[in-house]
């Protein structure tokens, strides 16, 4: 199927289809057990979420406690030194807690609170899921249990303290690799134990339907911010939207708003230290069609089929799949999936730090990357990109492996 522009009229109405596929993809291939649990949030979702009350509450805590809405900031400087494309950021480095994840977070915990659950769970690798979570959970007085590998708890020592302080429980999982895969294993196994008190909280557009259409509709604040906000400053649609990709949920924030309109999309994944397998998380652009952590998409996969081991130098992009939407929307060609680098992050982490004053998190960097040779290429247009989260989490990291540039 290719996409034509009738497809889009009331595109977030027609997809997903009622068992949650987006075409061929999505869905939700879990146990006869944890399917009811994925029925009792779907048929929430769709009474609760659709209330008035929820919407009106989620709006007030969207505008009160999160300082919605995020600005958009035109790029002089950056735009002056590539040509004469203007470029644009859309700042989800401005949220409450300093990325777009406490978008998905914030509605996930309040579905919580209206279902009369007690606890949120989850797992986290990098810890920024977790923090987002936990920062949630005190907001609505929830009980909150995050599951972490023990070398990701080694390696994330900050975030941790802040899951703890926050009020969460950190609880370390020391199987296999002791990484995020055994801590999704553990959370979901956690879940199927508690899913009359709990429920459980996805950090991405990914698992088993209904989580990634969730997942999208409490991040589609941002498309809707932004075209609006674009518009209003611009007289005009930007050419161009772009985003990074690693389960896609800032990007499929941001696309949403955009996807019924003449302007062109590019998400952007992580190339890493090179297209060999092993050194970097594009699915999207060297994966095939599989089933993994309950859904079906394009994945990253080794010879027994099992998610292949992956990198990145942004630890908020090394999942070894894509939200089932992506792979739909670059499967009929609405959106465009290429590729950025460590070393092109690493000069557009600068570049932004030093032309505007935005220390852009590395996640974000590949998007700021990919816009700046986008710009190259148009020549002319306007680039609009999303600064999914702040810089600070990653300077440590940052002087200590790439020194001052
Ligand atoms: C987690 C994270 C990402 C990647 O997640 P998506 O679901 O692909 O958006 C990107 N940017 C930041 C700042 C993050 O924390």
């Given at each position: 199927m290719k996409y034509n522009e009738?497809?889009?009229?009331n595109y977030m109405k027609k997809y997903p289809d009622e068992n949650g596929f987006y075409g061929r993809f999505g869905g939700s291939y879990v146990t006869p057990e944890l399917q009811n649990a994925m029925n009792e949030i779907t048929q929430a979702y769709f009474t609760i979420c659709k209330s008035s009350k929820f919407i009106s509450e989620l709006r007030r805590i969207r505008k009160d406690f999160q300082g919605r809405p995020t600005p958009i900031s035109h790029l002089e400087r950056l735009s002056a030194k590539y040509g004469n494309v203007q470029l644009y950021v859309k700042r989800e480095d401005l949220n409450h807690s300093g990325a777009h994840k406490l978008n998905h977070c914030m509605g996930e915990a309040l579905l919580a609170k209206y279902m009369g659950k007690k606890k949120v769970i989850a797992e986290t690798g990098a810890g920024q899921h977790g923090v987002a979570l936990a920062t949630a959970a005190a907001y609505f007085g929830l009980e909150c249990d995050i599951y972490m590998g023990a070398v990701d708890i080694k390696k994330q020592a900050p975030n941790v303290a802040r899951m703890k302080i926050l009020g969460a429980r950190v609880i370390e999982v020391t199987e296999g690799l002791q990484t995020l895969k055994e801590a999704v294993d553990a959370a979901f196994a956690a879940y199927c134990r508690e899913y009359k008190d709990a429920i459980y909280c996805i950090?991405?557009?990914?698992?088993?339907?209904p989580f990634p259409m969730m997942v999208r509709d409490f991040q589609s604040v941002v498309g809707i911010e932004a075209r609006e906000q674009f518009v209003n400053m611009t007289g005009e649609l930007p050419d161009a939207v772009v985003a990074c990709v690693g389960g896609g949920s800032n990007a499929m924030g941001i696309f949403s708003g955009f996807l019924n309109d003449p302007v062109e999309i590019y998400g952007v994944e992580p190339l890493g230290k090179g297209p060999k397998l092993g050194d970097h998380a594009a699915s999207l652009k060297y994966g095939t069609e599989g089933i993994m952590h309950g859904f079906n998409s394009i994945m990253l996969m080794d010879e027994n089929g099992e998610p292949a081991p992956v990198y990145s130098v942004a630890s908020g992009l090394d999942y070894p799949s894509s939200g089932p939407e992506h792979a739909f929307l670059q499967s009929i060609g609405r959106v465009k999936y290429d590729v950025i680098n460590d070393e092109e992050t690493i000069d557009a982490f600068f570049e932004l730090s030093r032309l505007e004053g935005i220390i852009p998190a590395i996640e974000s960097s590949h998007a700021v990357a990919y816009g700046i040779k986008l710009a190259q290429k148009m020549g002319k247009g306007s680039v609009l990109m999303c600064l999914?989260?702040?810089?600070d989490k990653d300077m440590d990291y940052i002087i200590e492996n790439y020194g001052i540039r």
């Open positions: 009738f497809e889009f009229d950090g991405s557009v990914l698992g088993p339907h999914s989260g702040r810089g």
